[in-house]
């Protein structure tokens, strides 16, 4: 079986010349969920590459992605995308994405939308995967992976279908550091804009744009340089005041 390490030799993904045309406007919005606020009068303009969110667990990044992909509604305010094609999402949980029983079928999935059959998306899918050397893995079983493999497989179902945008919500938290290795150089090498959140920073450290959130709310913006050191700076003193630092 081949394994998902650095090494492992596949084509290139994608021409690296930018996707023109995508845009993602957060105006105004307010979205309630049950009787709690999750975000209020939010403001962000999105068109850069590479965008990293970062924050503690509750701070808004997840609901920020279903807001831009339509499986959330703003309370009030409005979302607006613009790119050439559709947005794809990774959730955090495999589980909650992966729909079919074998790689090649989940793969097939994302090529029935372009108006494929599901006898020619399973074999698109499985030429697919053996130009990236992953050609057995077209007839395993999801049940028989690893969580990280599974992860895997939802990269591969986005990038095979081509999405214009995708929206990675802590993609690297299943996987062990070989495969990060290799999806930090797959999503350097794709041409799609990416918007990455995570609470591991330094797969993020070196992108253009970084947005700290915090409570629903925009805490600090700008390069990743400067955003993850400032979030990294107010964790320690925390940590420091709880008298967590040690002694």
């Given at each position: ?23 993602v ?5 307010t ?29 808004g ?21 613009q790119?050439?094609s ?19 079928d ?7 939308a ?31 992976l ?26 690297f ?7 990060q290795?290799?999806?930090e ?11 990455v959140?995570?609470h ?6 070196h ?8 409570g ?32």
């Amino acid at each position: 079986m081949p394994t998902l390490s650095p090494s492992h030799p596949h084509p290139p993904l994608a021409s690296n010349a930018p996707l023109a045309g995508v845009s993602v406007k957060i105006d105004n919005v307010t979205l309630v969920r049950g009787n709690t606020p999750v975000f209020e009068a939010l403001n962000l303009q999105l068109t850069q590459r590479r965008i990293g969110l970062i924050g503690d667990n509750g701070a808004g990044k997840s609901s920020l992605f279903r807001l831009i992909c339509g499986l959330e509604k703003p309370t009030t305010g409005q979302v607006q995308v613009q790119a050439e094609s559709s947005v794809g999402m990774m959730f955090q949980n495999p589980d909650e994405q992966i729909i079919f029983p074998t790689v090649e079928d989940e793969l097939g999935l994302s090529l029935q939308a372009s108006g494929l059959s599901r006898k020619a998306a399973r074999a698109h899918a499985r030429a697919w995967l053996e130009a990236r050397g992953l050609g057995p893995w077209a007839e395993r079983a999801i049940g028989s992976l690893s969580q990280g493999q599974r992860q895997h497989v939802c990269w591969l179902a986005l990038l095979i279908a081509s999405h214009s945008l995708l929206l990675l919500d802590e993609p690297f938290s299943s996987l062990d550091l070989p495969a990060q290795a290799r999806l930090e150089r797959d999503m350097a090498s794709v041409s799609q804009h990416v918007i990455v959140s995570t609470h591991v920073l330094h797969h993020i450290r070196h992108f253009e744009r970084v947005i700290w959130l915090d409570g629903g709310a925009v805490k600090r913006d700008g390069t990743g340089v400067d955003v993850c050191a400032a979030y990294e700076a107010d964790v320690a003193a925390r940590a420091q005041a709880c008298g967590l630092t040690a002694q």
